[in-house]
């Protein structure tokens, strides 16, 4: 199996033998397993074992075969779940990039940093979007802050102490007083803003995305060219971002009040 770059051999081996399982459809013995593969038995009972721990695979105790674990079953939820969201706020986000002739993203959190899940911009622009599997720093992006401003503030903090707060540009704020006035806000008006923060010659306004349980780990994010002499976001793609993402939550059931 070719791979470009640095890869962990384990890793591999142990998706190979997750296909197994898959492409047999049912429990198989680690006899079977060898076969499969042609690892050594040592080697196949070394990953199973690893696995088991993390319920990635189950052993049935009468027989002894191997089946699939639960685990998978929480992870593709979760994919799952991650796929209803983008499927939902598509259309939404063309809708901001008509009305509005600029770019926007749909972004989650995933893990300390920000990841684009989806992203939509106007034909015959200049280009300023981010692309879906990009990740961008939480403290300086838009909709970064629209999702730490939803948290309470000392899981956002210590997530950010965390993460540290490095300076994208000379306007990156990188103090936690500094951001945590701007989350402040943020939770106050109900968007959030940055100019120039992330990259010199841009500015963003994001607006929080609930799931039908009250989370917020998406929000929305419109990137623009800052405007030379109009310091700013205009109210029009204020009232276009915050319009957007409450039709996005509530879509996604959620109907209490973000």
């Known amino acids: 199996m070719a791979a470009q770059g640095r890869y962990v051999h384990s890793v591999e ?27 050594a038995k040592s080697t196949v009972h070394g990953l199973l074992a690893s696995m088991l721990n993390s319920a990635v695979v189950e052993q049935d105790k009468s027989d002894g075969k191997y089946w699939l674990g639960y685990h998978l079953f929480e992870l593709g939820t979760s994919v799952a779940a991650s796929w209803n969201v983008v499927s939902v706020a598509r259309p939404w986000l063309e809708q901001v990039t008509k009305e509005l002739g600029e770019s926007v993203c749909l972004s989650r959190l995933s893990g300390d940093e920000l990841l684009v899940v989806d992203s939509a911009e106007p034909h015959g622009s200049i280009r300023v979007s981010s692309d879906p599997g990009i990740r961008l720093p939480l403290h300086c992006t838009s909709e970064g802050k629209c999702i730490l401003a939803a948290m309470p503030e000392s899981q956002a903090k210590e997530l950010i102490q965390r993460r540290g707060m490095p300076a994208m540009t000379p306007a990156t704020i990188t103090n936690w007083e500094g951001l945590s006035s701007q989350l402040a806000l943020t939770r106050e008006l109900g968007y959030s803003m940055e100019r120039g923060e992330y990259k010199a010659g841009l500015q963003s306004v994001g607006a929080p995305v609930y799931t039908s349980d009250g989370q917020c780990s998406y929000a929305i994010g419109v990137i623009e060219v800052q405007r030379t002499g109009q310091p700013g976001t205009d109210r029009k793609t204020i009232d276009c971002v915050r319009k957007v993402s409450a039709a996005i939550s509530h879509d996604l059931g959620w109907r209490g009040k973000g």
């Open 13 to 39: 081996k142990a998706i190979v033998l997750l296909d197994c399982f898959w492409q047999a459809g049912r429990s198989l013995s680690l006899t079977e397993l060898v076969q499969k593969t042609g690892w």
